[in-house]
């Protein structure tokens, strides 16, 4: 892993995951990490299989795998 980001000179949102984590003995400041935003996943093969799925209701009853 390397030891800081390499743009910013600062060290990596995991890094300070890990470093601000009870189990590494760090005092933990999640208020302080920088905000992410995240998209859940579309058009999944899961999420296929679920509308597949639900769109045929004769396969209510039939093994989805």
């Known amino acids: 892993m390397n030891q800081t980001h390499s ?3 600062k060290p990596s949102f995991w890094q300070l995951v890990f470093l601000q984590s009870k189990v590494n003995g760090g005092r933990y400041t ?3 990490l920088p905000g992410r935003t995240w998209k859940w996943p579309k058009d999944t093969y ?4 679920l509308q597949r799925a639900r769109s045929h209701p004769s396969l209510d009853n039939a093994k989805l795998n």
Not at 46 to 49: A, D, E, F, G, S
């Open 7 to 9: 743009e910013l000179g």
């Open 46 to 49: 899961l999420k296929q299989r």
């Open 30 to 32: 999640g208020e302080e």
